[in-house]
T-cell receptor, first 116, second 114 residues
């Protein structure tokens, strides 16, 4: 299967600890997105990359959050000094790009973070 | 600002009934894209359809059909002869022309009972 993969699937951490999540996109996709989904809500955009360049960040992405995509392939999302409000499902998606076209995003299974 | 409203929080139907999920959107863009995604209990969002703002033709795919009406800013989704496996949360989403980010509605929980 060559879909989007995320690791870990679940993470439980204590408040104040740092956590890092990884996303591997579909191999031919050059766009990669991070979203956050809390219970009973739709996903909310956090940031996206085109190749290795981070082109947009949401105001939701506080300075405790950092995302990287160093070689334009996999991406990592790090949360420093976690807070209970960070508990959520973190979703990664990838898509193609093209001139004058908007391609659908394909999502991974998500990483569920619980901060105790 | 872009916004998507899914007014139906939860719908319950009996198997084989038809069901329509409503989606109303707001955008100032003249070119935009609309999507529906399904999120089954396993949690992974599954892409169902993409529609651009210049294509108002309705689409049918098996038991699924979509009705796009720019005049009412709606993009409704109908499942014909629903099945238990259709039970999931369904999200409508909106994106601007160059695909920077999806704006999702809050989702509609569909429960299909046998």
């Amino acid at each position: 299967d060559t879909g989007v993969s995320q690791d870990p699937r679940h993470k439980i951490t204590k408040r104040g600890q740092n956590v890092t999540f990884r996303c591997d996109p579909i191999s031919e996709h050059n766009r990669l997105y991070w979203y956050r989904q809390t219970l009973g809500q739709g996903p909310e955009f956090l940031t996206y990359f085109q190749n290795e360049a981070q082109l947009e960040k949401s105001r939701l992405l506080s300075d405790r959050f950092s995302a990287e995509r160093p070689k334009g392939s996999f991406s990592t999302l790090e949360i420093q000094r976690t807070e209970q409000g960070d508990s959520a499902m973190y979703l990664c998606a990838s898509s193609q790009t093209g001139t004058g076209e908007n391609y659908e995003q394909y999502f991974g299974p998500g990483t569920r973070l619980t901060v105790t | 600002a872009q916004k998507v409203t899914q007014a139906q929080t939860e719908i319950s139907v009996v198997e084989k009934e038809d069901v329509t999920l409503d989606c109303v959107y707001e955008t100032r863009d003249t070119t935009y894209y609309l999507f529906w995604y399904k999120q089954p209990p396993s949690g992974e969002l599954v892409f169902l359809i993409r529609r651009n703002s210049f294509d108002e033709q309705n689409e049918i795919s098996g038991r699924y059909s979509w009705n796009f009406q720019k005049s009412t800013s709606s993009f409704n989704f109908t499942i014909t002869a629903s099945q238990v496996v259709d039970s999931a949360v369904y999200f409508c989403a909106l994106d601007e022309e160059y695909g920077n980010k999806l704006v999702f509605g809050a989702g509609t929980i569909l429960r299909v009972k046998s």
